[in-house]
């Protein structure tokens, strides 16, 4: 109750004080007489309602009130504001402008409605217009120094002499500032005017005599100028009051750069490296343009790792530092460096997805599935909305051979997917993967339909339903089809031609089941088991039984274990 009673009163308040802001308002004129005593009981009632619904956070109902307001008594700049106002601070400042300017020209005192049109006029690119409004209200209010700072911004797009004459007042005012002389030292160097700008940074300088990064910027502001003698002559000035200043040492760094002094530009680098002074963005910022340059450069490469290991030397305690090593690590290849400096970040920041998503990648390069598993559910835990958390994990406990839990855990992920067919493909095919091992195969068959209707050209799923559909004897025309469209998207893998020669098998072609097979084996198959064992049923079922004999045993050689394999061998006899 007690709340409701002080927003009554604030509101009540509110109204009467706008009200009288207008000086029209009060002032009843022979004009006005056609604003009845009824009308005015109704603008109150609306303006009331208006005022309340606006401070509720109801700002379409209170603009459509405000609205009603004016349509009432269109002589009344009060509501003309508000309406302005919502709009503007809606971002629609071309709907807010009649309504600023109607208000502005209703109450050309009102230093508020002169604002509000000043900033609605900027924001409708009128500048000319806009810097009139704002000057006329800076020589009425001389010593507003929003105002001035207003109005200074706004000089920098078309009178920048003006801007910098402005800035000097408001320096007057409030002394020497450094966003000021910052904002100044851009204004004269947009006039090349150098001498102007490094005036400014010198007289930051005098004022701040131990501040050494205004050296810095005036040594910068001469280097980038074509002044390199007198950039190098600050610079050294600087090093002689502070001798491990960060910002100066980059400033040497590209200094020696420019003049071809390599390995002195690279002593200045890793100086400012060393420095815990120095901001860690600053840093990656440099280590981000050696990732773009070093790849070929062995030289770039080697300062590379250097400002790497001193990066996770001074800012131990900083995940993005292990993040950007791993990078480089990882495409150096180093995988196991690399997973090992991204788990390191994201022991000490678990927040950042992309790293533990790079994480799960090196775990399915490195073959450890075990990892896979472990590093997947943490991410899941972390990360519940992000499908390829549940991809990887998923795919993780298909390689453990846990089929059951993976299609728990790829069907949750599968529905999360959107947007993304790349993405929604592979958990199709590794759902299809899993329901096979567990021989429901016409829910495997469905999700290998389902990946190919995503991408009917991904060779590997081609290649895999193929496969299995030979391995149970079913659909081999289809899987023939299939099998052969994977050898033509990508030729020369030696699992898709075994895939096509063992489907020939299937279909009792025997002879060229062996054609095929034998190319799997030339074209890098020859340590394959499978391959190899494949084509000594080949061999054997064209008569050739002393090399299919001799196949088997390289297949078991190269890691073949199964029972029928060693059956073929003791026995010297094709099991099938």
């Known amino acids: 109750m007690i709340k409701s009673l002080l927003k009554y009163f604030l509101i009540t308040s509110l109204f009467f004080v706008s009200c009288k802001t207008s000086k029209h308002s009060g002032n009843k004129n022979a004009a006005d007489r056609d604003f009845s005593e009824k009308d005015q009981v109704k603008f109150e009632h609306y303006f009331f309602n208006a005022s309340k619904e606006k401070i509720l956070g109801n700002y379409e109902l209170a603009l459509n009130l405000f609205l009603q307001c004016a349509k009432i008594n269109p002589k009344e700049p009060t509501p003309l504001y508000e309406i302005a106002l ?71 797009y078309e009178k920048l002499r003006e801007a910098i004459s402005l800035y000097d007042r408001i320096e007057s005012q409030i002394g020497i500032s450094e966003d000021i002389s910052y904002q100044k030292q851009q204004l004269y160097l947009k006039l090349n005017d150098v001498e102007g700008a490094a005036s400014e940074i010198k007289k930051l300088i005098l004022a701040f005599p131990t501040e050494t990064k205004y050296y810095g910027v005036l040594g910068d502001i001469y280097f980038t100028n074509g002044q390199e003698e007198n950039a190098l002559e600050i610079y050294q000035k600087v090093l002689k009051i502070d001798p491990e ?48 340059l070093s790849n070929n450069n062995d030289e770039l490469k080697k300062q590379a790792f250097e400002l790497c290991d001193i990066l996770t030397g001074v800012h131990p305690n900083d995940a993005k530092s292990y993040s950007i090593y791993g990078d480089f690590l990882y495409r150096d290849g180093q995988l196991k460096e690399s997973r090992e400096a991204f788990k390191k970040s994201v022991s000490l920041d678990q927040s950042r997805f992309p790293v533990w998503n790079q994480i799960l990648v090196i775990d399915i390069e490195l073959s450890d599935f075990a990892s896979l598993v472990e590093d997947g559910i943490q991410t899941i835990e ?78 590997t799923i081609l290649n895999n339903y193929s496969y299995y559909l030979s391995e149970r004897g079913e659909k081999l025309e289809k899987a023939a089809e299939m099998s052969a469209k994977s050898n033509n998207l990508q030729s020369g893998q030696p699992s898709f031609l075994d895939t096509y020669g063992w489907i020939l098998y299937k279909q009792a072609k025997y002879a060229e089941a062996k054609e095929w097979l034998k190319k799997a084996i030339d074209s890098g198959g020859n340590n394959n088991s499978t391959i190899l064992e494949h084509y000594g049923d080949a061999l054997y079922q064209l008569g050739e039984k002393e090399n299919a004999l001799m196949y088997w045993k390289k297949a078991e050689e190269n890691g073949g274990k199964s029972e029928n394999l060693k059956k073929k061998i003791a026995d010297k006899k094709l099991y099938e």
């Open 86 to 156: 919502i709009y503007e601070q809606n971002n629609d400042a071309t709907s807010a402008l009649p309504f600023a300017e109607k208000a502005s020209q209703l109450d050309p005192d009102n230093y508020w409605f002169q604002l509000l049109y000043g900033q609605v006029l900027y924001k409708n690119n009128q500048v000319a217009k806009s810097i009139k409004v704002f000057e006329k209200l800076l020589e009425r209010n001389p010593k507003e120094l929003e105002l001035a700072f207003n109005l200074a911004g706004i000089y920098t």
């Open 245 to 292: 200043a960060p910002f100066v040492h980059l400033s040497l760094a590209d200094y020696y750069r420019k003049k071809g002094q390599k390995a002195l530009s690279y002593e200045h680098l890793m100086l400012a490296f060393k420095n815990p002074e120095l901001d860690i963005d600053t840093k990656m910022k440099i280590l981000l343009s050696y990732y773009s």
């Open 382 to 459: 972390l990360f519940p909305n992000q499908p390829t958390a549940f991809f990887f994990y998923g795919y993780g406990l298909v390689q453990k051979k846990d089929y059951t839990k993976a299609l728990e855990y790829l069907n949750i992920g599968k529905d999360l997917v959107f947007n993304n067919d790349e993405l929604l493909t592979q958990f199709y095919s590794t759902l299809g993967e899993a329901y096979y091992r567990l021989k429901r195969f016409p829910e495997s068959d469905n999700a290998f339909e389902n990946a190919l209707r995503k991408n009917p050209n991904d060779a």
